[in-house]
């Protein structure tokens, strides 16, 4: 695997209309957006019987999101930790240690 293809996703990214329209959505910067974007695309999602059909479900399982995967999608080390810290504060994301 070379290192072009390392941070390489392969997974859907899936916006509810709601958070489109959100004000916290409209709030974000452009590199904002592209974080969030790949957070939404690093979840796990599983296929779960809601009311007798299988649908996916995310499962709410943590994930990291290192300086060197930001690099890779053009975004430099301070503006990804001012990304992080800007989705905690908003409420897209939480920090667990």
């Keep these: 695997m ?3 293809n390392k941070y390489k996703i392969r997974n859907k990214i899936l916006i509810e ?3 489109f329209y959100s004000p916290a959505f409209n709030k974000l910067s452009k590199s ?3 974080t969030l974007l790949r957070c939404l695309q690093k979840r796990k999602w599983e296929k779960t019987k809601i009311h007798g059909k299988k649908q996916n479900v995310y499962t709410n399982e943590g994930f990291i999101f290192p300086y060197a ?9 301070t503006q990804h930790w001012k990304n992080i810290r800007q989705l905690i504060a908003i409420g897209f994301l939480d920090l667990v240690y």
């Design 32 to 34: 904002g957006i592209k």
């Design 69 to 77: 995967e930001a690099a890779f999608l053009g975004i430099g080390t």
């Design 17 to 19: 209309p709601d958070l």
């Design 2 to 4: 070379t290192n072009n």
